[in-house]
């Protein structure tokens, strides 16, 4: 696609449900990072996929969240029992390559809200 | 680690004029790439520069321009001429080669009549 193209664009969930937040690329950037911002604060790197491997996951938080991604394209963003404190933007970036001199195309990221 | 630092939280100016954000970072590398991020209330994080550490000359974009002091670690953004339109969040970001973006918490712009 022409961008990149992130959904829901805002999600209110009960505390304790699970919720799946969605990333398309685009076509043929093969490296995808997931970053969350909450309210006021910077953005918080989650995972790295190069591919479809995620060669770093140091930021996930918690084992209640998980990603992946298929086909080198797509990626789900999954939090499980949701807490209030997952409340933030998760926003979703893609690059050609890993290397640094691919800059990163940014989605316009998903409110998630935690009733 | 890699710490990305901007000390101001807010800022203001008046169209037409000049603003400088600050940024300072913490590493160890000695080859790294230093970016500002502007996120309008769309959310969508848009890149308005970048600069290569090894580069000695400061990078340029139209109105945006930087100023990169390496040894002193720091890495400020001037907007000259000011619209309403640069009103955002702007963040500052770092990266090797081989590491993701780190960004600081960003300043937030506010640009008056």
């Known amino acids: 696609g022409a961008g990149v193209s992130q959904s829901p664009s805002n999600k209110v969930t009960e505390k304790g449900k699970d919720v799946e937040l969605r990333c398309d690329p685009i076509s043929g950037h093969t490296a995808l990072y997931w970053y969350r911002q909450s309210l006021g604060q910077g953005l918080e790197f989650l995972i790295y996929?190069?591919?479809?491997?995620?060669?770093?996951k140091s930021g996930l938080p918690s084992d209640r969240f998980s990603a992946e991604r298929t086909g080198g394209s797509v990626s789900t963003l999954t939090i499980q029992r949701t807490q209030q404190e997952d409340s933030a933007v998760y926003l979703c970036?893609?690059?050609?390559?890993?290397?640094?001199?691919?800059?990163?195309?940014f989605g316009s990221g998903t409110r998630l809200t935690v009733v | 680690a890699q710490t990305v630092t901007q000390s101001q939280p807010e800022m203001s100016v008046q169209e037409a004029e000049t603003v400088t954000l600050s940024c300072t970072y913490d590493t160890s590398e000695s080859d790294y790439y230093l970016f500002w991020y502007k996120q309008p209330p769309s959310r969508q994080m848009i890149l308005v520069i970048r600069?290569?550490?090894?580069?000695?000359q400061n990078a340029t974009e139209n109105r945006f321009s930087v100023n990169f002091q390496k040894a002193a670690k720091s890495f400020s953004l001037k907007i000259s001429d000011s619209q309403l339109g640069d009103a955002a969040m702007y963040f500052c970001?770092?990266?090797?080669?081989?590491?993701?973006?780190?960004f600081g918490t960003g300043t937030r712009l506010q640009v008056t009549l």
């Open positions: 996929f190069q591919g479809n491997s995620a060669p770093d």
């Open positions: 970036a893609s690059s050609l390559d890993s290397g640094a001199n691919y800059g990163y195309t």
């Open positions: 970001a770092y990266r090797t080669s081989t590491s993701k973006l780190t």
């Open positions: 600069q290569e550490a090894y580069k000695q």
